[in-house]
């Protein structure tokens, strides 16, 4: 494991968390992480997760990150140098195998037997139906330690964005399942464009093929599409000076929770009661009876391709005539 050197040693107590996921995983554990900072004051905090989160972590505040990608090599720490380890990541064997072999004193995570109830001594049960920013403050609570699970907020970028007031209509999402048809995002950035909105295309790079499709059939100028012009905290501060934020259940989403950005959350496989966003200017549309569930699907899910064109319409209008 190659570890490199770190300069004069740091003496301070190390907690470490586990969480080697995307975006929106990274999001939905603000609350926790939050919680952690104030429960471990004067420590140094680290999070492991893909490297390309590093931009989005200093959002956060406070954490260091710790280059991950997944659970498929050791985490790049040196034995017994972590004082806390928190499993953020899953229930699995592998995350817990993984944290265990960091030597850590202490580990903070659901309860690793396969019984029932209410969970042994080392942490809760896991319980399914759960929405994801409760869990992990649910498991911060068993271990004593308050968390609020609405407390989700970020750090502005110091940049600000290009685009202050734009409508950010972001086109892509992490799997085939998620996908909402080119046609019906270009046919509400027409209409929304003919309303006066500053309409602007998000996505990555490899979804801008995907943005200039949409752009070309809501026949607005190649220049609205930002899908892979965007750094990470480039696209955050783009979320953060919306207007509004149209998306599938993508970080994009959880951006415009964190920034409380008036938005509308479009649901496929995975149910809003699981990863659907906080209280606040944020509606959610999808056709729950027509779920088939399967979130690594290579087509929409039916409760997405239920939604239509008109209905986002309505619901950008109920978000504006609200007071």
Not at 169 to 193: N, Y
Not at 207 to 212: L, T
Not at 290 to 313: E, N, Q
Request: with cysteine; proline share 9%; hydrophobic share 40%.
């Amino acid at each position: 494991m190659d570890i490199s050197d770190e300069g004069p040693a740091d003496v301070r107590p190390q907690l470490l968390v586990l969480r080697a996921l995307g975006l929106g995983d990274l999001l939905v554990a603000v609350p926790a992480l939050r919680a952690l900072r104030r429960a471990f004051p004067g420590y140094r905090l680290r999070y492991a997760a893909p490297g390309w989160l590093a931009g989005a972590l200093e959002l956060v505040g406070g954490y260091e990150l710790v280059p991950l990608s997944g659970l498929e090599a050791p985490i790049p720490v040196r034995p017994g140098e972590v004082d806390v380890a928190v499993n953020l990541h899953g229930k699995g064997p592998q995350s817990s195998e993984r944290l265990e072999a960091i030597g850590a004193r202490r580990i903070l995570q659901h309860c690793t037997s396969d019984g029932d109830g209410d969970g042994d001594g080392d942490g809760p049960a896991w319980v399914e139906d759960l929405h994801e920013r409760e869990r992990w403050t649910r498991l911060l609570h068993w271990h004593g330690i308050n968390a609020d699970p609405r407390d989700c907020a970020l750090r502005t970028p110091s940049t600000p964005t290009k685009f202050p007031g734009a409508t950010v209509v972001h086109v892509g999402a992490a799997f085939p399942s998620r996908l909402w048809p080119a046609e019906r995002f270009a046919r509400v950035a027409r209409q929304l464009s003919s309303r006066g909105h500053q309409v602007v295309f998000t996505g990555s790079a490899q979804e801008r093929g995907r943005a200039v499709e949409v752009c070309r059939l809501a026949g607005l100028p190649e220049v609205s599409v930002l899908a892979g012009e965007l750094e990470l905290q480039a696209f955050a501060a783009c979320i953060a000076g919306a207007r509004l934020v149209i998306s599938a259940d993508t970080g994009a989403a959880h951006l415009a929770s964190a920034y409380a950005r008036p938005s509308i959350v479009l649901f496929g496989p995975v149910a809003p009661e699981r990863w659907g966003p906080p209280p606040g200017p944020h509606l959610v549309l999808t056709r729950g009876r027509l779920r088939r569930g399967d979130p690594f699907a290579d087509s929409p899910d039916p409760a997405i391709l239920g939604v239509t064109a008109g209905d986002v319409l309505e619901a950008v209008a109920e978000l504006e005539s609200a007071p």
